[in-house]
């Protein structure tokens, strides 16, 4: 079982940045794949980004390209999502989520977190 606990969450004007931390308890975190979701109001969840258990793989939805990186610390259990020039259409719940799996898919991840807030205003 995999516990995940996701920070970093919060206001910020459009054209800044956040780093999102995910925290994950457990001794088979670097087995896993991970991947970070986000849900806006009124909408279905949607794919950001995901990391393969060694980083080497990483994929991200198109309108995040370029402006979003993701990583991880096996050594911490941690994984992180940069995201720079953010714009309102980002204004959303993150989350992060564990898979056996190297997927966009929302059901293919096992473990979720529960969720921090993105606010970016214009």
């Known amino acids: 079982q995999v516990q995940l606990v996701e920070s970093g969450g919060g206001l910020v004007q459009a054209g800044g940045s956040l780093r999102l931390s995910c925290a994950a308890s457990?001794?088979?975190?670097?087995?896993?794949?991970m991947g970070w979701f986000r849900q806006a109001p009124g909408k279905e969840r949607e794919f950001v980004a995901s990391i393969s258990w060694s980083g080497v793989k990483r994929y991200y939805v198109d309108s995040v390209k370029g402006r979003f990186t993701i990583s991880r610390d096996n050594a911490k259990n941690t994984v992180y999502l940069q995201m720079n020039a953010l714009k309102p259409e980002d204004t959303a719940v993150y989350y992060c989520a564990a898979s056996r799996f190297d997927s966009s898919n929302y059901g293919a991840y096992a473990y979720w977190g529960q969720g921090t807030q993105v606010t970016v205003s214009s």
């Open positions: 457990g001794r088979t975190f670097s087995s896993y794949s």
